[in-house]
C-alpha cells in the first residue's frame, strides 16, 4: 500500500511540471508573436540575417602601360573624409570619437582640402550622424590622409574606395582616355583606351556566398562558397613616354606663344605602323577632367581638307598608271577648268615649269593637270587604295572615316590638291608607310599587347600587318625624292623644317577653311599641315602635324617640328652626330631605382654624367632617362629621391629641351619665352616646389 501511495505522488508532481512548463511556452511564444524584440534581438532581423548572404569582391581595374612600361592609367586607394558628429560615438570623454571643436577642425582642415573654413564647418554644423567633407574631401590620396591623420582631429575618420588615376595628368590624354566611376562605385570608360578596351581592362567581380548570424557573423559549421575575382587585363600602348613627352613639349611651347583653335602632332614607327607618340591641343587633365572642351580624338575623329599634303598621292597616282613624265612641262600660275579658275598659291606661277619642279612649288595647277588626265575614276581608286573615305581600323572609339567623293570637273581638280575632300590624321599616317617601305602600306596601330594580371599570360599581340603594295619600290623611292627636294631645295618655307643632324622630308599643306559662302578669306582661316618622316635614306619614324588658324610664323611652327624630330633623332641614335661619336662616350643607362642616392650619383658621376639630383632622401625612386636609354657623356641624369620636398634646381645654360623635360618631371606649370638655351629663370636656385609652382624661363 505504501508503495501504491509513493507512486501516486510522484505521478502527480510530474504532471503539475507538465502542465506549468505546457502554459510557459504558450505565454512567450504569445510575447513572441506580439512583441518586436526579445531578450533584445530583433526577430525579423534575426530571421531575415539568417538567409544566406552574397558579398560582391570586386574586381580591380586593369592598368594602361607605354610601350616601355610607363604607368599610364592604374587603379588606387582613394579616401573620402568623414566627420562623425553624433556624441553617441564617443564612450570615453577622454577618448573622444566625434568632432568636439568645430571651429579648429575646420581652421586645421581647410587648407589640406582646398575649401574655405567657413565652407566646412557649414559642413559639420548639419544635423546628422555623420556628414562627409566634399568636394575637395572626397577622393583624396594617401599622401593628404597621412596629412590629416597626423592633425589628430577627434571624430576626422576616412571611407576607403577605388579610383582611377593617371600619374602623368595630360599625357596622351586623348589617346589614354579615361574612366569614371560610377554610383554604384564601378570604373567604365569613356573615352580612348579606357573606353575602347573596357571590357577587357574591366575583369569580373568575384563574390562570396555565406550564412551569417543576427550579428552578422558568418556563422560557424555552415558551407561557404568563394568565387575569386578575376582582375582586368594589362593594356600597353604603342606610346614611347620619351617621344611622347618630346610632342607634348613641342605641343605646349608652340600653343603657349601663338593662338589657334586646335594642333595634332602624330610620330609613327616607319616599319611597323606603331603610333609612338600623339599629342594635341587643346588637351585636358586626365584626374580632374575639368577642361575638356571636346570628346573627339584628334588622331581619329578630326576630318578636314587635307590641302597640298595629297599631292604626293595624286602625283603617285599619276605615275602608278603610267603617266607621269618628271620633266615635262607645263605653264604655271592659272587654270581654266569649266566655269572655275585655279591658281597657284602665288597667283601668278613660276612660268613653264616642270612637274618634279611643280611638286617642290607646290603648284595647284601641275596637280591639276595631272588629276584631269587621270580622271576620276582613277584618282579616286586610287586615293580609296590607300584608305582614305574608310576607317583606318586603329583601335580607338569613334573614328571617322572621312569623305573623298568628287564627281565634278572642277570637283576632280581640287581633289587633286586636297580640296573639297576630307581626310583623318590617322590616314594621313597610313598613307605615310607606303612611301617609307617601298610601296608597301601598313596599318598604323596604337595596343602593342594585352597581359592577363592574373596570369601573366599574353593574351594579344599585335603583328605587323601590310595591306598590300600599293605602289612600286621606283616610284616610292622617286617619291621620296621629290619630298627631300621640297624641304633642302631651299626654294620655298619648306626649307625651315631643314634639320642639322638628321634629314628630315617632307610636304606641306595649306588647305582653307569652308565658310558660311564658299572658302573663307581671313587673314587665318587655314589648316596648315607637315607631311614627313626621316630619316631619307631609310626612314624610321612618320611624321604627321597639323594645325588650325594657326597665328604664329611659319618658321616659328617649322622650328617646333623640327626640334621635335631632332630629340627622337639623338633619342633613338639616328643622327649623323651620334654616330661620330666614339663608341666609349655612349652610355647605356641601367637601372637605378630603390638603389642608395649617394653611391647611385657617385657612380654616375664617375661616367661622367652630370646628374641632377631631386630631394634629399636616402633611395632613388624615379629616374630620367630610364634604363636602356642610351646617352653621351656629359648628358643630364635626373635621380628623385624619397624626399618629400623637392626645390627647383640652377637650370641657367640648359637647352629647351632639359627644362622642359624637368618641369613635365616634376608637375609644375612653366612658360617658354625665346628659343636656345636657359638665360633666366623666374624661380630662384632652392624655391621649394608645391602643386602651385610656377616657373617662367627666358631662352636665348
Known sequence: MKRKKTTVNISLVIFIVLILSFFSIVIKLSMVSLRKTTDGIDLKQFMDNRNTETEVLPATRGTIYSAD??????????????????????????????????????????????????????????????????????DINIVLKRQIEALNLPGIGFIESKKRYYPMTNFASYIIGYARKTDDNELIGEMGAEAYFDEELSGEDGYTIYQKDAYGYTMPNTTTITEPAKNGQDVYLTIDSKIQMFVENGVKEITENNKMDWITFTIADAKTGAIVASGSSPNFNLNTKDNITSYLNPLTSYTYEPGSTMKIYSWLASMENNQYNGNATYKSGTIKVDDATIKDFNGHGWGTINYDFGFVMSSNVGATNLGLKLGREKLHDYYASLGFGKKTGLSLPNELAGDIGFVYRTELATASFGQGITTTPAQNIQALTLIANDGIELQPYIVEKIVDSNSGEVTYKHERTELGRKASAENAAYMRKLMYDVVYSGKTDAMFYKTENVSLIGKTGTAQLVGSNGYATGTYDYIRSFAGMFPYEDPQYIIYVSVKKYTGSYRDFARMVKKVVEEIAKYKNITELIEKVDENKIITMNNYISTDATVTEEKLK?????????????????????????????????????????????????????????????????????????KEQSLEEGTEINEDTEISLTLE
Open 69 to 138: 612600361g610607363e604607368a599610364l592609367a592604374q587603379t588606387i586607394n582613394s579616401y573620402t573624409v568623414v566627420a562623425y558628429l553624433s556624441e553617441s560615438r564617443t564612450k570615453d570623454p577622454e577618448n573622444p570619437q566625434h568632432v568636439v571643436d568645430k571651429d579648429k577642425t575646420a581652421e586645421a582642415l581647410s587648407g589640406i582640402l582646398g575649401m574655405s573654413k567657413e565652407y566646412i564647418l557649414k559642413l559639420l554644423n548639419t544635423d546628422g550622424y555623420q556628414v562627409e567633407l566634399g568636394p575637395g574631401g572626397r
Open 606 to 678: 664617375a661616367l661622367n654624367l652630370t646628374i641632377i639630383k631631386l630631394g634629399n632622401g636616402k633611395y632613388i625612386i624615379n629616374q630620367y632617362p630610364e634604363k636602356g636609354s642610351t646617352l653621351i657623356v656629359g648628358s643630364k641624369v635626373f635621380l628623385f629621391t624619397n624626399d618629400e620636398k623637392y626645390t627647383i634646381p640652377n637650370m641657367i645654360g640648359w637647352s629647351s629641351s632639359e627644362a622642359t623635360t624637368l618641369c613635365r618631371l616634376l608637375g609644375i606649370k612653366y612658360k617658354i619665352n625665346g628659343y636656345g638655351y636657359v
